[in-house]
């Protein structure tokens, strides 16, 4: 059934006269169904190849390529246009369309192959002017193709069009001077003579645009503003309606002016004259272009919050009114104030006024991410208050300032962020961070289990809570924690060393149970994955767990195997002591080990003896782990430290000692080490910001603030450059910014403390004091006479002190 229709079909395509197809090919023709017309000409003619049914296949062909190319197609419809090259009479009503089109398509070679056959004079000059034409309008796309004598002068024409249209007139002109006045390039000459004297001398714009041939794409450019000030030409032009519609829409209104007024005051970063001009184009808008007034308004909002000041706010708000989004122009009170830091406290102010916005406002919607666009805020009134008055790092305390700081604190900020949207995990992580910053341990880890309601799986939260199990003896919650951080994080090395430590633990704990097979295997497992120069620990647990399950013969072999691999001996002897006592062992056995260790230390000092029994120490204070002798094992490694004077360190067991030794809180010995290190070491950054640290761990009135600046300066100009020290250069900007904080302060304080005299006149007067008056008082605080007469001899300031020589040591 289905083959006899379409053979029926058939038939009644192959009974069809001329006259039909060429009516069916008109129709499609005015329909602009171009891929039907070309088919219904194709068949007239096959069937008449006369000239005239050749013309309409021409035309259909250039018809659909043309639609081809304006859909994204060019490729496709240069391949339809080479179907034709041949059937193309060199007529100019015919030709010229067709080379037109090829050239839009962006085949360039074939376009210059068929120019180059013609012989015609008149022509030639009509292809030269249409290959310029599209060379200066063709896309991006095509330009690539472009011959190469043609690009230099196109991109001439194009950038003069730019700079008119950025109202850069004479640079406009300069561009196109050079453009020879007998060549198919001067229409494009005058046409931008044209446009830069448009408004400022409209006889000169005609006089220019006189000279174009009217059936290029100059004239067509400059048609609707030619027609505005010549009523002659728009009379006499054939769409006189639609370029005179087009003139008044677009270039003849005061609304139009006043924009341009309102983009050259804004490239000019001049916000206040933006929107004087902004007024006009408000109350001079036409009704149905209410877009472009939301548009306008959108835009200036931002360029105010980037720009302007209170004033704008107020001018704003007249011109336009509040947006839906910010009904009371809270928010963009705070993006103006928090571009300075003298306003940060009213920035955020101003933020938390917002935040009350979207609670009572349907700004947002849905209603469900209100909740999240309120953690948001006061996620960043949180940044801003950090900002304000910066967090120092752990053991650093800013001296106490009046009016310093937002209203609301940092912390504050964050965990509120955290309460209105627990999903937010960005809330979660910072809040979690700044705990760890101030060394609120308890809260942090409080913080910590809040997360991992919400987010199970977050490594670093498991970490944390892992870490608190274990520093409460929970050891076999704490590996059960960090098994799962290592789930999600498994080639993390701090992971594995954290569960391997875990392990240990837990090791420990089934040998105090009484189940040495279990404890055993385990430490069989974590000597397995340790390297080779970390194993002597693991040896001296598991000989330790020999001689809790009383296997005497093998626990002392095990003793001396980790002694063998350890580097050190007298560091291997201070691990069995340890585990040892944390066992416990036998008192004997005890007594055997703490007597070797001893005895070491009273021989002469090691230098990477020392320096890996404080790494041990320091993992205790880490961790805040105890056992009952560690004050006194503590005491004898520091003694030994102290001997330690005439040995001469290397740069790593130095930052490792600076690094280590302010966790055990000794102070005087710290220093003691810091100022050897910078001795030894002066390029070393890192030890003139422990120099600075220790110092700033001290309180505020203690703190030599001038030679710690000048330390942490030097510090500064050291790591400059290295991208090794990027964090350590962070924490130098941390340390300047506390230690700049406290010099404004002193200076702050030495000044008022000035007028704190006994007379109590300026309490007595509630005035300020007189000009005079101040000067008297600056010259008793500086102890300088302020006369003119005075000699000069003597500074205003006194001289920076002296450092003290340091007495040599009788040998």
């Known amino acids: 059934m289905a083959r006899s229709k379409a053979r029926q079909r058939q038939r009644q395509k192959k009974v069809r006269s001329t006259g039909q197809l060429r009516q069916r090919l008109e129709d499609a023709m005015a329909r602009g169904s171009y891929q039907r017309a070309r088919e219904e000409a194709k068949a007239l003619y096959k ?88 060379a200066v309008m063709c896309g991006e796309a095509s330009q690539a193709r472009l011959p190469a004598s043609l690009v230099p002068l196109a991109q001439c024409v194009r950038q003069a069009l730019v700079d008119w249209e950025q109202g850069n007139d004479s640079a406009a002109n300069d561009t196109v001077a050079d453009l020879a006045e007998n060549s198919p390039w001067c229409d494009w000459k005058m046409l931008v003579r044209g446009l830069t004297a448009f408004y400022s001398n409209p006889s000169l714009a005609l006089e220019c645009w006189r000279q174009l041939d009217g059936n290029r794409a100059p004239a067509a450019i400059a048609a609707p503003l030619w027609g505005q000030i010549d009523k002659g030409f728009l009379a006499q032009h054939p769409q006189r309606m639609a370029m005179s519609a087009r003139g008044q829409q677009v270039y003849d209104a005061p609304w139009i002016t006043a924009l341009e007024h309102v983009q050259q005051a804004l490239l000019q970063s001049d916000i206040t004259t933006a929107l004087r001009h902004a007024q ?142 627990p999903q937010h995990l960005t809330a979660h992580e910072v809040l979690i961070g700044l705990l760890h910053v101030i060394g609120d341990q308890p809260e942090a880890v409080r913080a910590a289990h809040e997360l991992l309601n919400h987010f199970p799986e977050h490594d670093a939260a498991l970490g944390i809570v892992a870490d608190d199990a274990f520093r409460h003896d929970r050891y076999e919650e704490a590996l059960a924690l960090q098994t799962r951080a290592l789930r999600i994080r498994p080639h993390e090395a701090i992971v594995q060393g954290r569960l391997r430590m875990y392990q240990l633990a837990v090791a420990r704990l089934r040998a105090q149970q009484g189940q040495f097979d279990e404890a055993r295997e385990i430490l069989r497992s974590c000597l397995e994955h340790t390297d080779t120069d970390q194993q002597s620990n693991i040896l001296c647990r598991m000989a330790a767990v020999e001689l809790k399950a009383g296997q005497q013969q093998d626990g002392e072999r095990l003793f001396e195997q980790a002694c063998e691999a350890g580097a050190i001996r007298l560091v291997t002897v201070f691990l069995m002591l340890i585990e040892s006592v944390r066992m416990p062992l036998d008192a004997k056995w005890i007594k055997k080990i703490d007597r070797e260790f001893r005895r070491g230390l009273k021989a002469k000092v090691y230098g990477p003896s020392v320096v890996e029994m404080i790494k041990i120490l320091e993992v205790f204070a880490l961790l805040g782990t105890h056992y009952d002798e560690l004050e006194e094992h503590q005491e004898l490694v520091l003694q030994y430290l102290k001997r330690s004077r005439q040995v001469r360190f290397s740069e790593d067991e130095f930052i490792t000692l600076c690094n280590a030794l302010p966790k055990l809180n ?124 005075d000699p000069d001899d003597d500074l205003p300031f006194p001289p920076p002190p002296r450092r003290k020589k340091a007495k040599k040591r009788r040998r």
């Open 47 to 134: 069937q008449e190849p006369t000239p005239e049914n050749r013309r309409y296949l021409v035309e259909t062909t250039i018809g659909r390529a043309a639609q081809m190319r304006q859909v994204g197609q060019p490729d496709e419809a240069i391949k339809l246009l080479m179907t034709i090259a041949a059937d193309v009479p060199d007529t100019p009503d015919q030709f010229v369309p067709y080379l037109n089109e090829l050239l839009l398509a962006g085949d360039w070679q074939t376009a210059d192959r068929l120019i180059g056959q013609v012989t015609d004079t008149e022509m030639q000059g009509q292809l030269a002017a249409l290959r310029i034409d599209n």
């Open 280 to 421: 006009t184009v408000n109350t001079s808008l036409p009704l149905d272009m209410q877009e472009l007034q939301d548009r306008l308004s959108r835009m200036l909002y931002w360029q105010v919050a980037r720009l302007g000041d209170e004033d704008d706010i107020a001018l704003f708000s007249a011109t336009f009114g509040a947006p839906p989004d910010d009904p009371s122009l809270n928010r963009l009170q705070a993006l103006i104030d928090e571009q300075d830091i003298f306003f940060l406290d009213d920035a955020q102010a101003a933020w938390a006024k917002y935040e009350q916005d979207l609670l009572h406002h349907n700004i947002i919607t849905p209603a469900s991410d209100r909740d999240l666009a309120r953690s948001l805020l006061w996620l960043h009134m949180g940044e801003i208050a950090e900002k304000e008055a910066p967090t120092p790092p752990r053991g650093l305390t800013l001296p106490h300032q009046k009016d310093a700081g937002c209203a609301i604190d940092t912390l504050q900020c964050f965990r509120r962020s955290v309460e209105l949207a």
């Open 666 to 789: 000794v102070s005087t010995l710290l220093l003691d080490i810091i100022k050897r290190a910078m001795r030894s070491y002066p390029q070393q950054p890192v030890f003139h910001v422990a120099f600075a640290t220790y110092y700033l761990g001290l309180p505020p009135e203690e703190w030599p603030l001038y030679e710690v600046d000048e330390t942490l300066h030097e510090a500064e100009y050291l790591v400059q450059g290295d991208p090794n020290q990027k964090e350590l250069a962070a924490k130098i900007d941390v340390l300047l910014t506390v230690v700049h904080a406290a010099m404004d302060q002193d200076r702050r304080d030495r000044f008022l403390n000035s007028y704190d005299d006994d007379d109590d006149e300026f309490d007595r007067d509630p005035f300020e004091p007189s000009i005079i008056d101040l000067f008297g008082k600056l010259a008793d605080l500086f102890d300088a006479a302020l006369d003119d007469d």
